[in-house]
């Protein structure tokens, strides 16, 4: 039986093929974390002592500060910056009255905080098309952005994502389930 | 990707047409099977199980033999050609208990009593370099003569795909429709908080997972030449366009814009990607460079939502969900830009538009009453908007790339799953797994 060159060769590449598509990618290392910049770790500020005469050991003076996360009025508790979710109703895409009291404290906070940045990220319950789903979340979390910029949140500070029905909040079926899907999310970076 | 190697036609056939359509006009008059046919897929590690409901218009009677398997190779042929034919629905199976060679003398006066009006037998042989060279007849058992056969020489690892060959060679051979069982389908799957991208025989068999992640995957689409998927990845916490080639691994984020990037859509020729931007506020569709997601240049200017891009098959056409007239509906327009005129009206939800492979019919998902369907419409004047599932739940319809075939995602006792429909609707295909909720299929395109 003669072989003939050809189907050697292909063989030869389906084998190649075969190999290199077994190697999937993987994408669950966790990034590393790395700490930059000024936010959270303390300045530590000297405290001189006035006094005259040279007690023994007041050349080095060492403040303590600690940080206390409650301090920035984004993890108060009991500031509207604590909430981060804006609830819509059924096919709607309009911010309710019951949250713009939200929408202002958080684009206030933007307009003092130039350095600060937030994603908003819009979501849908699960019903139908997932890339219908996905435009109609970014409808929602557009709505969000507009609202910051018209009170003058600077673009460069605010991107509008949308995660569709793919990252629901409440995973069942009912319509309580759903009205909790149907958010827009404030994600500061 | 290649496959099995096709080396020699060993048979001059001597098949007669006239004859197999007298033959198809006498099974017409058969009354028609009812009921479930039940298959357990393929080997006993199979991870996907198939279910198979209704019959075809008709049903040609086959008997295929178990191969002769000196060899030992560690795949049943037959039984993949078997299952294969018989989920097409296209065929009645009939397993003439017995093992038989290619070569080997057939006693057709057996088969006729058992019903068959064809007949394969075969074998597989293990080759000096390790690979198995598989050889097959196809006989008129009617006029017991044999009317096609071959030999193809495969690696132990396309052991299937040679089975999927031959049926694809015997449903041409005997139907005239070419055969989709050596291509593959991509689709996600769910486990827990694990998102795997995979690529399966059509089956659902042989799954292998080119991406695993821990965000969701969604919108995978096959380029035209079977080589690369472009699709939708969270894993930067927003949804990104890449493309990723199968057999290197190698990953290209193509539109990563600000806001969303999403709905990737292949060109005919395979240059470029349209996409849905959020560039500018709502979605819109915008078209790319496939290989490296430059030159982005807009094609829809609506203050609504346009997103789900597909091309016509000859590259000509767009069509696309909008809500641009207050429900979301399908529109098409040229592919080179200019006004969109509406496609879709029997219902006030009709998304997710595919176009079938010769251009004439349009799958999409409809709503009705709260719930959702593949619906299928004739894209001639005046064509219908039909439904074709009846499940409720189902989403994101693909065409098989003979059009014979449609498949989407629906949900089984609260889980996501897979199934194929025939385009009239006959014969309905579920696929379960093991791999947790599985959705968002595309069906690849003929390997050449």
Redesign the interface.
């Known amino acids: 039986m003669t072989r003939r060159p050809f189907a050697t060769l292909a063989a030869l590449a389906t084998a190649l093929a075969l190999a290199a598509c077994s190697s999937a990618v993987k994408l669950d290392d966790p990034a590393p974390v790395e700490n930059r910049g000024a936010g959270a770790a303390g300045s530590a500020g000297g405290a001189a002592g006035g006094a005259s005469g040279a007690p023994i050991g007041s050349e080095r003076p060492i403040a303590q500060v600690t940080v206390d996360p409650s301090k920035d009025p984004l993890n108060d508790p009991n500031s509207p910056l604590s909430k981060r979710s804006i609830y819509f109703d059924f096919d709607s895409f309009t911010i309710k009255d019951e949250f713009r009291g939200v929408v202002e404290a958080h684009a206030k906070y933007l307009v003092a905080n130039k350095t600060r940045k937030v994603v908003i990220q819009g979501n849908t319950d699960e019903r139908g098309s997932r890339e219908y789903n996905l435009a109609l979340g970014q409808k929602r979390s557009e709505a969000v952005r507009r609202a910051l910029a018209s009170l003058g949140v600077a673009d460069a500070q605010i991107e509008a994502v949308s995660f569709g029905e793919e990252k629901p909040k409440s995973t069942g079926s009912d319509e309580s389930a759903f009205a909790e899907n149907r958010r827009a999310d404030l994600a500061y970076q | 990707?290649?496959?099995p190697?096709k080396?020699s036609r060993r048979f001059t056939p001597t098949y007669n047409p006239a004859t197999m359509k007298r033959l198809l006009r006498l099974l017409r008059l058969l009354p028609l099977l009812a009921g479930t046919l039940s298959l357990l897929g393929g080997p006993a590690l199979a991870q996907m199980r198939i279910d198979v409901s209704g019959v075809g218009a008709t049903q040609l009677p086959i008997a295929i033999a178990g191969f002769v398997n000196d060899a030992r190779a560690p795949q049943d042929i037959a039984a993949v050609v078997r299952s294969d034919l018989a989920r097409s629905g296209a065929f009645r199976v009939i397993d003439p208990q017995q093992t038989l060679s290619d070569t080997a003398p057939v006693d057709f006066a057996a088969l006729r009593t058992r019903g068959a009006d064809t007949f394969v037998a075969g074998s597989v042989a293990k080759l000096a370099?390790g690979?198995y060279d598989i050889r097959y007849r196809l006989y008129d058992a009617v006029k017991q003569a044999p009317i096609a056969g071959e030999s193809l020489?495969?690696?132990e690892?396309?052991l299937r795909l040679a089975g999927h060959r031959i049926a694809d060679a015997i449903i041409e051979k005997l139907t005239g429709e070419k055969g989709v069982f050596s291509t593959r389908i991509a689709f996600v799957s769910k486990q827990g908080n694990?998102f795997r991208l995979n690529v399966a025989d059509w089956d659902g068999e042989n799954v292998?997972?080119?991406?695993?992640?821990?965000?969701?995957i969604?919108?995978p689409s096959w380029s035209p030449d079977g080589g690369r998927l472009a699709y939708?990845?969270?894993?930067q916490?927003?949804?990104v366009v890449y493309v990723?080639t199968?057999?290197?691994?190698q990953?290209v984020a193509v539109a990563n814009f600000?806001?969303?990037n999403?709905?990737p859509a292949w060109s005919p020729d395979g240059r470029t990607l349209a996409v849905?931007l959020?560039l500018n506020?709502?979605?819109q569709i915008y078209l790319i460079n496939a290989a490296d997601g430059a030159n982005a240049r807009r094609l829809t200017t609506s203050n609504a939502?346009d997103?789900?891009p597909v091309f016509s098959p000859d590259g000509r056409t767009l069509y696309f969900?909008s809500d641009r007239g207050g429900s979301?509906q399908i529109y098409r327009m040229p592919a080179s830009g200019g006004d969109a005129t509406r496609v879709t009206f029997g219902s006030s939800?009709n998304?997710?538009p595919r176009v079938s492979p010769d251009g004439r019919n349009l799958a999409f998902?409809t709503?009705r009453d709260g719930r959702?369907f593949v619906g299928l419409k004739d894209l001639g004047p005046g064509g219908n908007e039909t439904v074709l599932t009846d499940s409720g739940q189902e989403?994101?319809p693909s065409f098989a790339p003979n059009g014979r075939w449609i498949m989407y995602a629906t949900q089984q006792g609260g889980r996501d799953s897979l199934m194929a429909t025939s385009v009239d609707g006959r014969v309905k295909q579920r696929l379960s797994s093991s791999l947790g909720d599985i959705r968002?299929p595309s069906w690849g395109p003929f390997l050449r």
């Open positions: 990707m290649p496959g190697v080396r370099d690979r020489v495969a690696p690892a396309d694990r292998q997972s080119p991406l695993v992640s821990p965000e969701p969604i919108s939708v990845s969270f894993e916490k927003k949804p990723h199968l057999a290197t691994g990953r600000k806001g969303s999403s709905a849905a959020t506020g709502l979605s939502i997103t789900e969900t979301p939800y998304v997710s998902l709503r959702y989403e994101s968002e």
